[in-house]
């Protein structure tokens, strides 16, 4: 005897789809409007960034700030157990006829629009908005190796400057005279003062928040993240002093819409040589100095050689207790997976994959050759 459809044997109730459901799915609609228009308008998507984006990206900074950990890593670590409670809950209360299986799995598809509109009311307009060298009114233009030698060379003196003022460890490392929370404070200043003079930025009081698994994080050489879900500002805190206040100054950005990765590290850079705290300076220096050396060594080794020569000894030092500290993590899994995947999302908005992170380069020479 041939086994009947589920549903036929017994007259079961068939469930219709939630209300929220519903009211997700048109929020969706709109948002796939507004995505398109994006797509099509940069005045657009710069109008909707700066006036309705940005009090989106507030009012999540501010519902999240008072939660001492990391929403969004918490939501991450629970995600295993939240699968399986859907899945127990939906074998108890939807497996009886395959009407309530569609039903249910209509309100689960409507859970990934609210997703998609979250991200697009909040963050996707920043990434078809005009470039940050439009913004800054700076001619942005491919560089040659000379470019980077004569950048890299005023970069290299400023991090000598600021080393005069820094503490440095046995083994080769500086340290951070103070805590993240007064880190952050001095940033926000910093960002304060930025905003006075670049307008694009955002005015905004919040809080980073340290990875609780930053150890786990290391593996997938991710030192930060922004989490436009929970409009928090994440940071590795196992990595280095001297990485810390850059790479939170580049969060904080994306927190304020910058979106694209090589605008985010020049606003850090923008704003943290504003900072009245020398280890900031020195943070900021630094790192724009390693994106710099690392373009220059590919376009040409002896000149690269020579800016590095130039160095302080105690410098130098940081930086060769960082490539040993890297060695641990360098050559793992965990960041092949998490590469390809943040590749694939950033090439998704129309940027250049994660090789925009080192394209601040083509930033830094075209603001110097302003500047001087």
Partial sequence: MAAEPIGEILDVPKKTLPLFAKIFYAVTLVSALLFVIFLLSESFSDFFNRYISSVVRALLAHLTSWIPFSLGEMILILMPLTVAFIVIYANKRYSDSWHNVFVFCGAVFSLLGLLFSVFTFGFASAYRGSTLDKKLRIERADVSAEELFETAKIVADKVNLESENIAYLENGFSIMPYGYREMNDRLLLAYDDACDEYKFLQRLDSKLKPVMLSELMSYTHITGVYSFYTGEANLNVAFPDYTLPFTAAHELAHQRGIAREDEANFVAYLVGIRSED????????????????????????????????????????????????????????????????????????????????????????AYYKTEN
Wanted: hydrophobic fraction near 40%; aromatic fraction near 18%.
């Fill in 278 to 365: 020398a280890y900031i300076r020195y943070s900021v220096y630094l790192n724009l100095y390693e994106y710099l050396a690392s373009a220059l060594y590919e376009a040409s080794p002896e000149l690269y050689y020579e800016v590095y020569g130039m160095l302080k000894p105690r410098v130098r030092g940081e930086l060769a207790a960082y490539s040993a500290f890297y060695d641990k993590y360098r050559d793992s899994v965990a960041s092949e997976v998490t590469g390809t995947v943040n590749n694939t999302f950033l090439e998704l908005q129309g940027t250049e994959g994660t090789k925009s992170y080192g394209m601040v380069v083509d930033l830094a020479v």
